[in-house]
């Protein structure tokens, strides 16, 4: 059975830091590899996701992920975040159903 | 066009009750998905469903937990003798099919369950 663990619970940074978010898997098979956003009061949206490629993929909001098969990684990145980039980050893993992490809550001081 | 929605929003029962979830996933969406997400767990799958098939029940945490998918499209989930650690949002989600995890999948706003 998949499983994601993702490092950090809680990141508090200033506005134009640079940001990159942890998120390992455990799965044998071929990964199809997720990271969604919720905003405050929001509910799930896609980030980004990875199927198949070139393993540095880009997603909405200036966010980028790079895929390491070697580490078995997914680690989430932004050059420079803003106040609006304050939300919950999950990471996931799919076969036929999507494996969430626990989750890293993002704060981002003005 | 619309998404998955859920209802209702909010539900506040008391210990003990029986409570009904709903989920209207997209029109054409062959696979429902249920989550539960806790404060400080992570989302938690419960249940899927996927065309005719039997559902994949295997996150289901107890018998008092139960979800039916009428006509392939709107889902039920029912908590039965609800007790305060299923106090949580649950979340509904819909895909086109799995085609083994090569598909974007639409999460609902949530329910949020609180039970006294």
């Known amino acids: 059975a998949q499983s994601v663990s993702q490092h950090n619970h809680h990141v508090i940074l200033s506005e134009a830091a640079s940001l990159e978010l942890g998120c390992n898997y455990s799965y044998g098979g071929t990964v199809n590899l997720f990271w969604y956003v919720q905003y405050p009061g929001q509910h799930l949206q896609l980030l980004l996701k990875y199927f198949s490629g070139d393993p540095l993929v880009k997603g909405i909001k200036g966010f980028e992920a790079e895929f390491i098969k070697s580490k078995f990684s997914f680690n989430l990145r932004k050059p420079s975040v803003q106040w609006s980039d304050t939300a919950e980050y999950f990471c996931a893993v799919n076969d036929y159903k999507l494996s969430f992490g626990a989750g890293t809550t993002v704060t981002v001081r003005a | 066009g619309a998404g998955v929605s859920q209802s209702p929003s909010n539900k506040v029962t008391e210990k003990g009750k029986d409570v009904e979830l709903r989920c209207d996933p997209i029109?054409?969406?062959?696979?429902l998905y249920w989550y539960r997400q806790s404060l400080g767990q992570g989302l938690e799958f419960l249940i899927y469903?996927?065309?005719?098939?039997?559902?994949?029940k295997s996150g289901l945490p107890s018998d008092r937990f139960s979800a039916e998918r009428t006509g392939g499209s709107v889902s039920t989930l029912t908590i039965q003798r609800t007790q305060q650690e299923d106090s949580a949002v649950y979340l509904c989600?819909?895909?086109?099919?799995?085609?083994?995890?090569?598909?974007?999948?639409?999460f609902g706003p949530g329910t949020r369950l609180t039970v006294l």
């Open positions: 469903f996927q065309g005719n098939s039997a559902p994949d």
């Open positions: 989600a819909s895909s086109l099919g799995t085609s083994g995890g090569t598909v974007l999948v639409y």
């Open positions: 029109s054409g969406h062959t696979a």
